[in-house]
């Protein structure tokens, strides 16, 4: 193995300028990458590349569709056990006593765990643990365990847990948030800011006209398919944990740590993974430790545990997406422009801090000149919270985009005209009109909820019955992150052959077909010749896949090591071809002479020639560098039709626009972003975590009552990108997985006031509330 | 849509405790209230499997396999613990989401809910009989080609359940296929290219015969 590389330093000295921004309208960009990186990609590669931005199914699929990919669920080793975590029944209490005999009586039973913690906060929380020899015995001796609590009142939903006489989650002294945030009851906060500019009192005094509203979204669970949970090995002091995890590195640390042992003796283990939307982030979950105690049950048992959490289990404690109650106060002129935005949030990520959903109105509407934001943490005794695809932001985007649209309707404007208004983005800019095209956009009913004209008018036949149709948009944002100690290893062996190694876990984006296509363009080889070894703590870093960051953090390195590797294959050709290595190209696995291409060798020949079995080049990612723009925009548009007899809202289309850098593979980038619509519309019509106010236990921990958006429920769902070149890294590439949820929520609903008229501002749009708001609005 | 097994008392003699038949016998509040006594008030007690292993001969993917276990043990379990076969995932486990659904003679059938020891003597086909990663069935390689999969844990549940499908219905309208795959939950949002694929294996099918 090459040695650890040192993260190069940026180099002053060192300029490109590349061709960057939007195709059409690309403008020249000074970049000054870190010493030893090479030109980025950018818009005069697009009619070059090969692979690059070419369609191409994932290399895992054959095994997937064949049931042959081996999932953590799927790991059996000899002698394995079976664990099983036991949490909480009840949401508030001290614990008197945790009695196992019984448990531990069972015969098949090999381990029992049990916490040290005597304080309960919410119904979950892990109490005892179990390893036996089959699944079944395991679940018997779960029941033998006899808990003994004494019970304590406790609070079970943001609203309930603001009132100054709830029950407090915590003492005061003992809150999980930064010092820096107040406390009162509940409610930690404000949070500080850097987004404020500006004088917001100043800005509503200039306004001719305001709107206030407020907006609340309930807690979403993240509903991985695989549920969380790992196998544990011990072979003498080595241990290894196969996971299913987004970041095997957090794992090793994590455990390795809660264990006391070094990491060089853990080894962590993720081929390919069920689902995490953000909740397999850490070493187990927010709301358990559950590989830690899989670790100790298998030192206790003396054989491998196999530990899954059940799907009831998964629900309460591997996180969520933190309720949010969103006040928002706009002031603009007759125009439409804004003269002041307030922003407030409460949010509850129960037991944890960190409900923020200012995000998306930091971000959007940049040219408005005075902005406030306030946000809130209040606690609740439910599980504690994890990042869900675009934390808060979905939640945000749904309280300022839905008071844009009621903006738009008291100022009698278009939702896009009032949006390009207050426009920062040259990209987003751009995007309004093809997402307006895409959708039909002229098809809206121009006065919402009226079927005289319009969308239902004019496109699709009168009003039919109790059906009425209605379009809506919205915005979302995301960031640009990068994971700069991501790490990258190409060896290209005697043979010819390539692989590409890197840490980082699949966790099911392409990432795996994603980083062959970019080792092969620069090689001038097939994707296919291009051998991926991921997902394992013994080869070098990668980023754990959260923020979106994956593609764009490890493509880089993957592309500069590719590079130093076909530089020293050049030297070599340049051998057999009696020609100066800077005159060669590299293309279809030949390696030719610039301009002569009669005169060339194959790859294969080339690497013949090496001293040695192995070119390895081992390049850690360079920091990222100017970039054409700063976040990643993106706009949707949604069709729905409501029956406004039953209250049943069905989405008809959607169409996402969305700004990801130079695409690698657009259709496994479009199918994040397909996903990405659904899962939305599913919180928007009908995901509610629903804690029983009486026992704060959770009513629906299933599949079932806790309803995802299912084949029945599906619409028809476009994905158009907007490549922009330079994303501030030598692929020019940046993240998808989160940002195209970010507007979903919003777009949704501002498409069903389209429709009828009347404005729903809590989620999920359920057909009491759309039956509900009819009926208020026909009182108003 | 992929469905629950059948009582198990329909079709065939069967050894283990029959809960229907428990039902027409002791009447619905009865068993609502307990199921201690079940075994004095059902007349003619039927012959009881377990408590301890039993071994069960199951034919899978065509072939006879021998398995060991407890009568309480799923078709899904028996499947993935003890025959290595980890195509069909455990998710809901109640039924609620189709991933675990398996073939019992050509019927989807969702595994979790159906106890091993019931499909002895039935023909069971699991997503690894429909094809290899070197052999894919139509509907496999429709999946590929149109990256109707992200993470995949959904995955085998929906091949298996368009395979069911595609044969009883082999030219299957989009409103039909979302019928057809309505037991079936994906998380990562693949289901329109879902469609997009079993569309696809139906016109493939269609060129072959014509």
């Known amino acids: ?780 | 849509m992929a469905r629950r097994p059948p009582p198990p008392d329909e079709g065939r003699e069967q050894p283990s405790f029959s809960r229907r038949s428990f039902l027409k016998s002791a009447g619905v509040s009865a068993a609502a209230t307990t199921v201690v006594g079940v075994a004095e008030r059902a007349p003619a007690a039927p012959a009881v499997l377990g408590p301890d292993a039993v071994t069960l001969t199951l034919k899978v993917n065509g072939a006879p396999r021998t398995v060991t276990v407890e009568p309480r043990v799923t078709l899904l379990d028996a499947l993935r613990n003890h025959l290595d076969l980890t195509g069909a995932k455990p998710v809901c486990e109640r039924g609620g989401c189709g991933a675990c659904t398996v073939l019992v003679d050509g019927a989807p059938i969702v595994s979790c809910l159906m106890l091993a020891a019931d499909a002895e003597g039935h023909e069971i086909t699991t997503v690894e009989g429909l094809g290899s990663p070197e052999k894919m069935s139509a509907l496999q390689a429709a999946f590929v080609e149109k990256d109707a999969l992200q993470c995949g844990f959904c995955t085998p549940g929906f091949v298996v359940a368009g395979t069911a499908l595609l044969a009883q219905n082999p030219h299957p309208s989009r409103a039909e296929i979302k019928a057809g795959l309505a037991g079936n939950l994906c998380r990562c949002g693949t289901y329109g290219r879902i469609f997009e694929a079993v569309e696809a294996a139906s016109r493939a099918s269609a060129g072959k015969r014509s």
């Open chain 1, 1 to 780: 193995m090459p040695q650890q590389p040192q993260p190069p330093k940026p180099d002053p000295t060192l300029t490109f300028t590349a061709k960057a921004g939007l195709p059409g309208s690309g403008q020249p960009l000074e970049v000054h990458p870190a010493v030893g990186d090479i030109k980025p990609w950018d818009l005069d590669d697009l009619a070059r590349f090969v692979h690059m931005g070419k369609p191409r199914p994932r290399r895992e699929g054959p095994l997937k569709v064949t049931g042959r990919a081996r999932y953590t669920y799927d790991v059996k080793l000899p002698g394995m056990l079976y664990g099983r975590m036991i949490g909480a029944s009840v949401p508030a209490a001290e614990i008197l006593s945790i009695d196992t005999s019984a448990a531990e009586a069972l015969p098949g039973v090999k381990a029992v765990w049990t916490t040290e913690s005597r304080v309960v906060r919410f119904a979950g929380q892990d109490v005892a643990a179990v390893a036996a020899v089959s699944p079944d015995v395991a679940r018997d001796a779960a029941r033998l365990v006899k808990v003994h609590y004494k019970e304590r009142p406790f609070t079970h939903e943001l609203r309930d847990a603001m009132r100054p006489d709830a029950p407090r989650v915590f003492d005061m002294d003992r809150f999980p948030t930064g010092r820096d945030m107040g406390r009162s009851g509940n409610v930690a906060g404000p949070r500080p800011t850097r987004a404020n500019r500006g004088d917001v009192d100043k800005g509503f005094a200039e306004a001719e006209l305001t709107h206030e509203g407020s907006y609340y979204c309930p807690v979403h669970t993240h509903a991985p398919l695989e549920t969380h949970g790992v196998v544990a090995h011990w072979e003498g002091d080595q241990l290894t944990i196969y996971a299913s995890t987004q970041a095997i590195f957090a794992v090793r640390e994590g455990v390795a740590e809660a264990l006391g042992v070094d990491r060089k003796n853990v080894k962590v283990i993720c081929e390919h993974m069920g689902g995490g939307f953000g909740s397999k982030l850490g070493p187990s979950a927010t709301g358990s430790a559950f590989s830690v105690v899989a670790c100790r049950l298998a030192k206790l048992a003396g054989a491998p545990v196999k530990l899954f959490l059940d799907r009831h289990q998964e629900h309460l404690c591997t996180g969520n997406a933190p309720s949010a109650l969103m006040k928002v106060k706009l002031g603009a002129k007759k125009d439409g422009t804004l003269t002041a935005v307030h922003y407030q949030s409460w949010g509850s990520a129960g037991v944890a801090g960190g409900a923020g959903t200012a995000g998306p109105a930091n971000a959007l509407h940049g040219k408005n000149p005075n902005y406030k934001a306030d946000e809130w943490d209040v606690f609740t005794n439910a599980g504690p919270a994890a990042p869900l695809r675009a934390p808060g932001h979905s939640q945000g985007a749904f309280g300022i985009e839905s008071a844009m649209d009621e903006l738009a309707d008291k100022l009698g404007i278009d939702p896009v005209e009032l949006r390009k208004k207050n426009e920062a983005s040259p990209v987003r800019m751009a995007q309004y009109d093809v997402g307006a095209k895409a959708i039909g956009w002229e098809r809206r009913n121009k006065q919402a909820g009226d079927m005289s004209t319009g969308a239902w008018g004019s496109a699709a036949g009168p009003a039919q019955g109790s059906l009425r149709r209605g379009l809506g948009m919205a915005n979302g944002n995301w960031y640009v992150f990068a994971a700069e100690s991501s790490n990258a290893q190409v060896r290209v062996n005697r043979d010819g052959s390539v692989e590409v190694i890197t840490g980082c876990q699949d966790i099911g984006t392409g990432y795996r077909t994603a980083m062959a296509i970019v080792a092969a363009e620069e090689l001038g080889i097939d994707p296919g010749d291009v051998t991926l070894r991921l997902g394992d703590t013994t080869f070098p870093e990668g980023p754990g896949s959260g923020g979106s960051v994956t593609t764009n953090s490890v493509a880089p390195a993957v592309r500069l090591a590719a590079s130093q590797a076909r530089e020293q294959l050049h030297a070599l050709a340049a051998g057999l071809l009696g020609a100066s290595a800077a005159d060669l190209t590299a293309a279809n696995g030949r390696i030719s002479v610039k301009g002569d291409g009669a005169k060339s060798v194959s790859f294969k020949q080339a690497a013949a020639k090496m001293s040695g079995e192995s070119i390895d080049c081992l390049v850690k990612r360079a920091k990222q560098y100017e970039t054409f723009r700063g976040d990643l925009a993106g706009t949707q548009f949604a069709e729905v039709e409501v029956d406004v007899e039953t209250g049943v809202v069905r989405v008809v289309k959607m169409v996402s626009v969305n700004d990801c850098g130079l695409p690698v593979n657009p259709l496994t980038t479009q199918s994040q972003v397909l996903g990405a619509m659904i899962q939305g519309a599913s919180w928007a019509l009908f995901e509610n975590r629903l804690l029983d106010r009486n026992v704060g236990t959770m009513v629906n921990p299933n599949l079932e009552w806790y309803k995802i958006l299912a084949p029945a429920d599906m619409f028809e769902a476009e994905s158009i990108l907007t490549p922009v070149a330079n994303a501030g890294n030598n692929t020019s590439t940046a993240g998808i997985g989160e940002p195209p949820i970010v507007p979903t929520l919003a777009a949704v609903a501002n498409a069903v006031f389209n429709a009828i008229g009347a404005r729903i501002r809590e989620l999920p749009i359920t057909p009491d509330r759309v039956l509900q708001a009819l009926s208020e609005a026909r009182r108003a």
